[in-house]
C-alpha cells in the first residue's frame, strides 16, 4: 500500500460540541497525519457544490443547511492507504451501523449530523483537496 492523502471534515455537530481535539486525537492514533487543517464557514454555494453528487436525494437540502449550520473543520490527511483507513476511522455512515471505537460510533448525533466527512476514493480526494487547498498550504 501506498502513501495516499485524502480530504476529512470535522462537521458542525462536533465543531460545536467542541470535539476537534478528540477528533483529531482518532486520526491521529489511527495512523494518519493531519498536512494542513483550516476551520472555515462554508457558504450554502461551497455546499451544495461540495455535495454537488447527493443533489437528486431526498436528503440534500437538510443537508447543505446542517453543513452551513455552524464551522467546520477541514483537513488534509496523510498516510499509508490513508482514503480506506480514513474510512475506518470515521466508521459507518448511519452511527447505528459504525464500529465500536470510531468517530461516528462514538460522538455522532445522527445519519446526517456524523460528525466527519472522508472522502470516498482517490481520485475523488484529489478534487476535494484541491476544492479547500492550495499547494502551499499542504506541508506533508
Ligand atoms: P459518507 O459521508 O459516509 O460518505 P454519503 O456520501 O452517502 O456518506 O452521504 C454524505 C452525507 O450525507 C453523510 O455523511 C450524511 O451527513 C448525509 N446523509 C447520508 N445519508 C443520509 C440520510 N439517509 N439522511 C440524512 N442525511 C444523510
Ligand atoms: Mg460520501
Do not use: C
Amino acid at each position: 500500500m501506498a502513501v495516499q492523502r485524502t480530504f476529512s471534515i470535522i462537521k458542525p455537530d462536533a465543531t460545536r460540541r467542541n470535539l476537534t481535539g478528540k477528533i483529531n486525537a482518532l486520526l491521529e492514533a489511527g495512523g494518519l497525519r493531519i498536512v494542513a487543517q483550516k476551520r472555515i464557514w462554508m457558504t450554502k454555494g461551497q455546499a451544495e457544490a461540495f455535495y454537488g453528487v447527493h443533489k437528486e436525494r431526498p436528503f440534500f437540502g437538510s443537508l447543505v443547511a446542517f453543513m452551513t449550520s455552524g464551522p467546520v473543520v477541514v483537513q488534509v490527511l496523510e498516510g499509508e492507504d490513508a482514503v480506506a483507513k480514513n474510512r475506518e476511522i470515521m466508521g459507518a455512515t448511519n452511527p447505528a451501523n459504525a464500529a465500536e471505537g470510531t468517530i461516528r460510533k462514538t460522538f455522532a448525533e445522527s445519519i446526517e449530523a456524523n460528525s466527519a466527512h472522508g472522502s470516498d476514493s482517490i481520485e475523488n480526494a484529489a478534487i476535494e483537496i484541491a476544492y479547500f487547498f492550495s499547494g502551499l498550504e499542504i506541508v506533508g
